[in-house]
């Protein structure tokens, strides 16, 4: 039998760069998809830095697929960098490495609450199937995964806080995935960016209610970034408890309260980590008082429209509120607020169920919404739309 290895197939990949990391403040270590042609590295001239950073020296250390660039000065706090490189710089079967594949860099920050929020979590995977946590960097700052931890408030296990250990940046706008295995992501959910992937130890997540919390940590200092009080009763009321496994809750509105609990809906294609969220709402309304994200539901499971994203805009503070929809005889179908005290601003979810949890039919609909004071101040405001079915 002939080896692979011995195979007569040629090479036509190009080398893909992955990661970069400070080894030290003037040291940068690259890591490419394979190996390269020894003797193209050191040339520092199939390497460019924006803004202008001066190489000194490119080298080859033990690891095959890795290079070292030393810089003849630190970069500077606060500025994200891009790594290029020419074509020049080839593999041993001479493919180059594309130059439209660069790397971003810069000096890592300490963050502040909020700068990081969790985005999406699978916390009840299919049988054999891997949970995940996925974060987004909101910020402008450049973070270095070191010191961070994820932890489960709602569980005394003695698993429940894990160190993120994985040795890389966290840069601005990203999302991160966290999984104790990539692969069963990238077989089991679309169009998923494998270098946005990270190798973690999860913290013990139970399968219907529990906490994902996001820790920083330098010496005595700690600092909450976000924390989530999830529960399976925040996926699309057209799920039943089986249905819910292997799809996870994703974030409507990016920049919405995370413990908001009309923020968060079953995701669409049962999930989109290490990318923008299928279920992603459209804004903070057009200012008026009420304001639907469409004007028609369709709440059949396919991620198109499935639910109805109910904006409101109050005039101030202390307002009370009803709101309920009818169908288009008058009848009552869903009280979503009764006398509820309301902050001036917020959201409601409908997934097109009853008052019983069953899945309206087809037809129009109306939104009711009735606000009021202690002034007597009373206003009132309809928004019709209607429900279709898709199958």
């Excluded at 250390?61 to 490189?85: D, H, K, M, R, W």
């Excluded at 005394?156 to 993120?164: H, R």
């Excluded at 840069?171 to 190798?199: H, M, Y």
């Excluded at 101030?316 to 288009?328: K, L």
Aim: aromatic share 8%; charged share 15%.
């Amino acid at each position: 039998m002939v080896n692979f290895s011995d195979s007569n197939a040629p090479d036509l990949t190009a080398p893909k760069p992955l990661l970069v990391v400070f080894e030290n403040t003037t040291t940068l270590n690259i890591t490419f998809s394979e190996g390269l042609d020894i003797n193209t590295i050191p040339d520092i001239n199939n390497y460019s830095i924006t803004p202008s950073l001066e190489i000194l020296s490119a080298s080859a250390p033990v690891i095959i697929n890795e290079i070292q660039l030393t810089l003849a000065q630190p970069p500077a706090p606060g500025i994200l960098y891009s790594l290029s490189f020419k074509p020049t710089l080839t593999d041993c079967s001479g493919n180059a490495v594309l130059t439209t594949d660069t790397l971003k860099f810069g000096i890592a920050q300490e963050p502040e609450a909020g700068d990081i929020v969790i985005n999406e979590i699978l916390f009840n995977p299919v049988s054999g199937g891997s949970r995940f946590v996925e974060v987004y960097n909101k910020s402008a700052k450049i973070f270095d995964l070191t010191g961070f931890s994820l932890t489960n408030f709602a569980s005394s296990s003695s698993t429940a806080t894990v160190d993120i250990t994985a040795n890389r940046l966290f840069l601005p706008g990203e999302f991160l995935t966290f999984t104790s295995a990539p692969n069963d992501i990238l077989n089991r959910f679309k169009n998923v960016d494998a270098a946005q992937l990270v190798t973690q130890t999860m913290p013990s997540l139970d399968d219907r209610t529990g906490n994902i919390s996001l820790l920083w940590s330098s010496g005595a200092q700690q600092i909450l970034l976000d924390s989530f009080d999830y529960s399976n009763t925040l996926h699309n009321a057209l799920l039943s408890v089986s249905d819910q496994e292997g799809i996870s809750l994703e974030k409507i509105r990016i920049d919405g309260a995370t413990n908001d609990r009309a923020n968060w809906t079953s995701a669409a294609n049962n999930g989109s980590p290490t990318r923008p969220n299928g279920q992603r709402g459209t804004g903070a309304g057009n200012g008026d008082i009420v304001s639907l994200s469409t004007p028609r539901l369709s709440p059949d499971g396919d991620g198109y429209e499935d639910y109805l994203d109910i904006l409101f805009n109050l005039p101030g503070s202390g307002y009370a509120a009803n709101m309920t929809i009818y169908d288009s005889e008058g009848l009552l179908i869903k009280q979503l607020l009764n006398q509820d005290i309301s902050s001036p601003t917020g959201t409601f979810r409908w997934d097109g169920d009853d008052n019983n949890g069953v899945i309206v039919r087809p037809g129009i609909y109306i939104l009711f919404l009735e606000i009021y004071n202690a002034t007597g101040n009373l206003q009132q405001v309809k928004k019709p739309f209607s429900v279709v079915t898709r199958f």
